[in-house]
C-alpha cells in the first residue's frame, strides 16, 4: 500500500488568506483525489489530479478557490484561497491503489480552522 | 440518484459481541462496495471492497461483509468486537456514471462504533 503524507497536519487561518496543503506520496501513482470532510459529515471529493493535466473538479468547487498542482507522480497541492468560516474543514488526500479499481489510500489529513 | 446511506450514526456494542454496521445503496449498473474505517487522529483506511464474486467478502482485522443484492446492502460485521474497533466507518460505492478512469467514489455519512470493554 501507498503511505501518503500531508502537510501541514493542522493549521489555524484568518479569514481572506489562504493556505496550500501538500500531499506526498513514496510510489508514482497516476491519479490523486483531493476530499473534503467538514464536521459531521461524510467526504465529498473536491477534485482529481492527474500528472500533465488539468484538474477536474466536482460540481460546486472551481480552481480559483481551490487551485490544484500536479508538477510529478508523487506530489501534489490544494490550495485554499480566500477562506472563510465555512471553510473550516479536514483537507484529505488519497491515491488510487493497487488492489484494483477504486481502492483508495488516504492520507492523514489536514485540519483547517478558519477564524 | 445513486447514493449510499448508513442508517445508524452511532452503533454501541459490548467488547466480545458479535458487531453489524449497516449500508444500503442505490446505483445503476453492478455496484462495487467499500468499507473504509477512520481511527481518531489517523487516515481513513480501506478495510474491504466487493466487486464480484462471494457475497460475503472477507477484509482487514477480522472484519468481513456480506453483499445482499435484493436488498441492496453490504452491511459489515464483526464475529467477536474488540474496543479497538471504535472508530468511524464509511460505506461507499462506485459512482458508475463517473466518465473514465476517474473512480469516483459516493460516500456514506459514516457510522460511529463504539466498544464498551
Known amino acids: 500500500s501507498a503511505v501518503i503524507s500531508q502537510k501541514p497536519s493542522r493549521d489555524i487561518c484568518q479569514r481572506g488568506t489562504s493556505l496550500t496543503i501538500q500531499c506526498q506520496v513514496d510510489?508514482?501513482?497516476?491519479?490523486m483525489f483531493w476530499y473534503r470532510q467538514q464536521p459531521g459529515q461524510s467526504l465529498t471529493l473536491i477534485a482529481t489530479?492527474?500528472?500533465?493535466?488539468?484538474?477536474?473538479?466536482e460540481s460546486g468547487f472551481v480552481i480559483d478557490k481551490f487551485p490544484i498542482s500536479r508538477p510529478n507522480l508523487t506530489f501534489s497541492t490544494l490550495t485554499v484561497s480566500n477562506m472563510s468560516p465555512e471553510d473550516s474543514s479536514i483537507y484529505l488526500c488519497s491515491v488510487g491503489g493497487s488492489g484494483g479499481p477504486y481502492e483508495q489510500y488516504f492520507g492523514p489529513g489536514t485540519r483547517l480552522t478558519v477564524t | 440518484a445513486q447514493s449510499v446511506a448508513q442508517p445508524e450514526d452511532q452503533v454501541n456494542v459490548a467488547e466480545g459481541n458479535p458487531l453489524t454496521v449497516k449500508c444500503t445503496y442505490s446505483v445503476s449498473g453492478n455496484p462495487y462496495l467499500f468499507w473504509y474505517v477512520q481511527y481518531p487522529n489517523r487516515g481513513l483506511q480501506f478495510l474491504l471492497k466487493y466487486i464480484t464474486g462471494d457475497n460475503l467478502v472477507k477484509g482487514s482485522y477480522g472484519f468481513e461483509a456480506e453483499f445482499n443484492k435484493s436488498q441492496t446492502s453490504f452491511h459489515l460485521k464483526k464475529p467477536s468486537a474488540l474496543v479497538s474497533d471504535s472508530a468511524l466507518y464509511f460505506c461507499a460505492v462506485r459512482d458508475s456514471k463517473s466518465a473514465g478512469n476517474n473512480r469516483k467514489l459516493i460516500w456514506g455519512l459514516g457510522t460511529s462504533l463504539a466498544v464498551n470493554p
Open positions: 489530479a492527474n500528472q500533465g493535466s488539468e484538474a477536474t473538479y
Open positions: 510510489s508514482q501513482v497516476t491519479m
